[in-house]
């Protein structure tokens, strides 16, 4: 049986990915790499950024399906299956 919960990883070259929680390590749904720039400006709190990120980005599919009248895989609770 899949796992409907996801988790933020970090990679150990400092990229951070989503991933289900019982996928394998090197299979990610999303992989995001901040510029050295950009985690020298943030003062290397790139993780709080990209799961605000993720956030944004589940909360617009819903909304889109909603505008759409489609209806939703499955209800996305505010606090829901997200791991950190």
Do not use: W
Request: glycine share 6%.
């Amino acid at each position: 049986m899949s796992s409907d919960t996801f988790e933020i990883v970090e990679l150990e070259n400092g990229d951070l990915a989503l991933r289900k929680q019982d996928q394998k390590e090197g299979t990610y749904l999303i992989r995001i790499e901040f510029s050295s720039a950009l985690t020298s400006f943030l003062s290397g709190n790139t993780f709080d950024i990209a799961q605000e990120m993720l956030k944004a980005g589940v909360h617009k599919f819903y909304q889109d399906l909603h505008d759409e009248g489609l209806e939703s895989p499955k209800p996305v609770e505010e606090d829901s299956t997200l791991l950190h």
